[in-house]
């Protein structure tokens, strides 16, 4: 009786978790529609390209060029940096705990027209530390760099489905004002 009891609330919890539209982190597609079907990435040697393509594999409607020729978009990974900074000190004067920031500049044109400003995507994590355990240390560093990265790209594509695609310059005699008066 406690069994069955037990399996019908964590079901009814289940069922009301799916109800609402919980998902995951980083299981749900992108919530928003991309403004552009096809994409060229610009991404060749930095860290985050992987978790772009990662990322962007998830929209089933986005097809991600080989080359920028024929793409709606180009998105490019201008810079990325990593800083590591002391955020505390314990009163022995050793570190106790480190701020990582994860950067990354983001470039961005659709349909050959760049979308202002680039777009800047920070991410920070706190790694406590211990000398007692620098080996446990450097490979949680690792991890927490990794996750920054997921992260950053993750907002990276979750910005990119609300840009505002940019009109295309106007060319030719409707460029001209109707009220426009030419001078000699």
């Given at each position: 009786m406690k069994h069955s009891l037990r399996f019908a609330l964590l079901a009814g919890f289940a069922l009301l978790l799916t109800a609402c539209g919980?998902?995951?982190r980083g299981l749900g597609g992108p919530l928003k529609p991309?403004?552009?079907s096809t994409m060229y990435l610009e991404a060749s040697g930095k860290g985050i390209e992987s978790d772009l393509r990662t990322v962007f594999a998830r929209d089933p409607k986005l097809t991600v060029m080989s080359a920028p020729k024929g793409a709606q978009a180009v998105v490019s990974v201008v810079s990325e940096n990593q800083s590591k900074d002391i955020l505390t000190i314990n009163t022995g004067g050793r570190?106790?705990?480190y701020q990582l920031t994860y950067?990354?500049?983001v470039r961005t044109v659709i349909g050959g027209v760049p979308v202002d400003p680039d777009m800047v995507v920070t991410v920070r994590r706190s790694l406590n530390y211990s000398d007692n355990q620098v080996l446990g240390k450097q490979q949680e560093e690792d991890l927490?760099?990794?996750d920054a990265?997921?992260?950053?790209a993750e907002q990276?594509?979750?910005r990119l489905a609300y840009l505002k695609v940019p009109a295309a310059p106007l060319a030719g005699p409707a460029s001209v004002k109707p009220d426009a008066v030419p001078q000699p």
């Open positions: 919980f998902h995951l991309l403004p552009f570190i106790n705990e950067t990354a500049v927490l760099w990794a990265r997921r992260d950053a990276v594509v979750r």
